[in-house]
């Protein structure tokens, strides 16, 4: 079955950095676009990244370009989410999701285009 364990998280500094990882298994990893998302207490699900299939394209939120980088790794069924100049409202719990559909883009920055979840790692930014 297809599983997404997320890890990396943990409480940081505001300016500090953390690497997540989205290790992945149960289906053909390199044929599906990939995102992350966060949710912050009382707050909805907010898009940050997709990587394509490929890795050839990158999508990021306003609020996170510059600072954070997607990236992923097919011959180790891995996703990660480098986060640089970390802030306090970047405080969440940050999930990876994998596409609908291979080789799509459909509904890249929106929930509805992911169809499995990973269980989400926590990301606390102290001022």
């Known amino acids: 079955q297809v599983q997404l364990v997320e890890s990396g998280g943990g409480l940081v500094q505001a300016g500090g950095s953390l690497r997540l990882s989205c290790a992945t298994s149960?289906?053909?990893?390199?044929?599906?676009?990939m995102g992350w998302f966060r949710q912050a207490p009382e707050k909805e699900r907010e898009f940050i990244a997709a990587i394509t299939w490929s890795g050839s394209s990158t999508y990021y939120a306003d609020s996170v370009k510059g600072r954070f980088t997607i990236s992923r790794d097919n011959a180790k069924n891995t996703v990660y989410l480098q986060m640089d100049s970390l802030k306090p409202e970047d405080t969440a719990v940050y999930y990876c999701?994998?596409?609908?559909?291979?080789?799509?883009?459909?509904?890249?920055?929106?929930?509805?285009?992911?169809?499995?979840w990973g269980q989400g790692t926590q990301v606390t930014v102290s001022s």
């Open positions: 149960g289906f053909t990893f390199g044929s599906y676009t």
């Open positions: 999701a994998r596409a609908q559909l291979m080789y799509s883009l459909v509904r890249a920055r929106d929930a509805e285009g992911y169809g499995f």
